[in-house]
């Protein structure tokens, strides 16, 4: 059997670029509001391909378990998806390459505190996980005609385990 063991990283938007943006806090603002707010804009583009929609949904993530067995990815083929954490508890980003299915020689694992996510299309990734007890996201989705979800389970042969 084949193993892979992944350690996180930190999460740049220099070490994320192939796989989608970082949304954080970044660059010059813009005052509004009579110079009371700071909007900090464009962070991140929102894809949601032909006939999509742009959704808001709150995701609840459970709490996982380290060490923790790496058995399947996801990718959405019709639009982006992007991950806003309501709080600053820190929480893991896996991601990898792959055509038609996810490579596992590419798997990259970051750890993102304070940080979003927007997945760019047809990128390969492990759903939600939260590390320190329950955390919720918005997450920002395409709804509309087509399936916009592919998941893909990693062969048997090959054990990927994540520790912290």
């Not at 459970?62 to 060490?67: A, D, F, K």
């Not at 929480?91 to 596992?104: I, T």
């Not at 916009?148 to 062969?155: G, R």
Request: aromatic share 8%; net charge negative; proline share 7%.
């Amino acid at each position: 059997m084949e193993e892979v063991e992944l350690s996180a990283q930190e999460l740049t938007p220099e070490a994320f670029a192939a796989f989608g943006e970082v949304i954080e806090v970044a660059g010059k603002p813009v005052m509004i509001n009579e110079g009371t707010t700071e909007r900090y804009h464009r962070l991140g583009d929102v894809d949601v391909g032909e006939g999509g929609i742009a959704i808001m949904n709150i995701f609840r993530a459970q709490p996982r378990t380290m060490p923790m067995c790496i058995k399947m990815m996801e990718r959405h083929p019709l639009g982006s998806q992007a991950f806003l954490p309501c709080n600053d508890k820190p929480y893991l980003v896996l991601v990898c390459e792959g055509e038609k299915e996810p490579d596992p020689t590419t798997l990259k694992l970051f750890i993102a505190k304070g940080q979003g996510v927007n997945y760019k299309k047809n990128c390969w990734h492990h759903p939600l996980l939260a590390l320190d007890g329950v955390c919720d996201f918005w997450v920002v989705d395409r709804a509309g005609p087509g399936n916009n979800l592919e998941e893909m389970n990693f062969s048997n042969s090959l054990k990927i385990d994540i520790t912290l």
